[in-house]
């Protein structure tokens, strides 16, 4: 029986440890902070995922800050997410999601930019482990679209 009870307190601690590696590993906003104007300018609803980033680009009629403002209201009042870097007034703003049980973070940058037809806005959405994140940006990203 004790060695039982040694292997699951074994076990627990390892799983308590990844769990706080995920976590607690430090962030460095100049990697994540970027500028994610890198796609072709579609409509709203048109999310993209490839090489394990999610992007949408669109234009927008509201001038740069207000447009931000709202978006950076919707992804604050998202579960689990904060601001990591950057605000409605510098143009970008970057937040960071966490996972529910393991607490992985996704980064989701956006850039605002006027242009002549009205705002531009750049929305980059990525995992920060592992490959696949199982559409969990591109159902964020929809929601916050949705949401504008």
Known sequence: MKI???ISLAVLFALIAVA???RLAPTDPAR???DPGTVAVT???QIATENGATRVSCLRPED???LLAKLDGIALATPRTVRLAGSAETGRITWTTRSLIWGFPDFTTVAATAVPEGTRLDILA???WG??????NAKRLTAWMQNL
């Open 4 to 6: 039982r009870n040694m």
């Open 20 to 22: 706080a590696f995920f």
């Open 32 to 34: 994540w902070h970027i």
């Open 43 to 45: 409509d709203c609803t």
């Open 64 to 66: 740069p800050a207000t």
């Open 126 to 128: 990525r995992q920060r």
């Open 131 to 136: 490959r696949d994140d199982m559409g969990v």
